[in-house]
């Protein structure tokens, strides 16, 4: 491949993707119905001349044949009136006037085979003119549909949605872990207190037990001797009578404490 070539396949490379580029559908579409339309005013203009081209070589031909008939006609009376010679030249010029108008006719028929076609040429461009301009509002609404789905597309596309609900979960996420913390602490928070007052219900609970064994030690061994202070007079007799009632209670506590 020549260097020449290469550089027209390149240039023709660019310009192709310049114009795929700059075309606008719409304005594409807008443009091709003009076209079409100038094309069917071409082919009206060209159908009108072929009809009246038409009707100048039917008249032509009327003309042509009219006087083919009417030489026909004088060479017969002439031929009549005995005058051969005058007779023979009405021959020629009917025999002029006849091949007149048998190539009139024939150019007749070529000019209406052609107008025939014409005709049905144009009917044909009318019909897909139509059809055109339908398709066009049709393709027209497609692209205005279209580009109006993209920018919604685009618009979406910019909300950045995903890392909003991103962050969301991040932050879902780490108030989960906080409040496993909190639990954590106060777990062990709860169980370092339980601990602790289980070893204060331990140390002091042996100074009860102990001071409940001394008191089941005295009870079974008899009243513990109490060091007597000197009463006299209403002293001692009170205190008489208060210890009675000290024995009763004691005696009571006493039963309580064999029943347990």
Known sequence: MGLFDRISRVVRANLNDLVNKAEDPEKILEQSVTDMQEDLVQLRQAVASAIAAQKRTQTQYNQAESQSNQWQQRAQLALQKGDETLAREALVRKKSHAETAATLKASLEQQSTQVESLKRNLIGLESKISEAKTKKDMLKARISAAKAQEQLNNTIGSLNTGSSMAAFDRMEEKVLQ??????????????????????????????????LAQMKAQLAGGSVSQPQLPASGK??????????????????LRSQLNKM
């Open 235 to 252: 002293t001692a007799a009170a205190t008489s009578g208060s210890g009675t009632v000290v024995d009763a209670e004691l005696e009571e």
């Open 178 to 211: 906080i409040e496993a913390r909190a639990g954590a602490s106060a777990e062990l928070a709860a169980g370092g207190s339980n601990l602790e007052e289980q070893f204060r219900l331990l140390e002091g609970g042996g100074d009860v037990d102990d001071e």
